[in-house]
């Protein structure tokens, strides 16, 4: 059966775009690098088709042309191991998530472009909280600006009419029964960028770490 290839032009393309970078956020792996040969190189990248490249394959979509099947916008890099994935378990990896990571990824490796290696680093150590804990993070950032160095314990209190005795070092958030924000707090704990102090639940009190206060102020 006619397959609807990528041309060598675009699987160039698609990986420089996300700087030889597999697009799964959840691995990331660098795809290129040197042979022991000089003059070649090592890939374990593939340019692979976000709806397949022929009837039958996963996600195929019957109303593209095969110009458009065959397009730059129907790629994404991946690594050998997640481009076997995709098309393993089509359901879990629907064309909507597989055109945010190709997203993403290019976002990122444009962000990223310039910067050292140890920058590259900590932004990667940081993307899984920023993208799954906007709102806390925000919080956060908040606080920070607004309070410097001074106060680093942070209370979460269910409502206003809760009383907490301040002393004078903590930030007390109000999160008034939104369990989304309470769930992201203890998501960034978890991860280990603040310190539980307390065992309640629904009062957490945490402790901005150092390198996690830094960062924030960045």
């Not at 990122?108 to 940081?126: C, H, V």
Request: hydrophobic share 30%.
């Amino acid at each position: 059966m006619m397959r609807d290839e990528f041309s060598k032009k675009i699987k160039d393309t698609l990986a420089r775009r996300v700087a030889y970078l597999c697009s799964n956020p959840s691995c990331r792996k660098r795809t290129c690098g040197p042979a022991e040969d000089e003059n070649k190189f090592c890939s374990i990248g593939e340019a692979a088709h976000i709806t397949a490249a022929s009837k039958g394959g996963p996600r195929y979509d019957n109303s593209l042309t095969p110009e458009e099947r065959s397009s730059i916008n129907n790629g994404i890099w991946l690594c050998k191991n997640c481009a076997r994935l995709i098309d393993i378990d089509e359901e879990a990896y629907p064309v909507d998530l597989l055109r945010s990571w190709k997203d993403e990824a290019e976002r990122n490796a444009s962000e990223s472009l310039g910067q050292r290696q140890e920058d590259m680093i900590e932004n990667t150590k940081y993307q899984d909280i920023e993208m799954n804990c906007k709102n806390a993070i925000d919080c956060l950032r908040k606080e920070v600006i607004v309070n410097g160095p001074f106060k680093r314990k942070i209370v979460l209190i269910p409502s206003k009419y809760c009383s907490y005795i301040d002393d004078g070092q903590s930030v007390v958030i109000i999160y008034d029964g939104n369990q989304s924000l309470l769930n992201e707090f203890r998501y960034v704990s978890d991860k280990g960028f603040l310190k539980k102090l307390n065992n309640t639940s629904t009062a957490p009190i945490y402790f901005l770490e150092e390198e996690f206060y830094r960062y924030l102020l960045k």
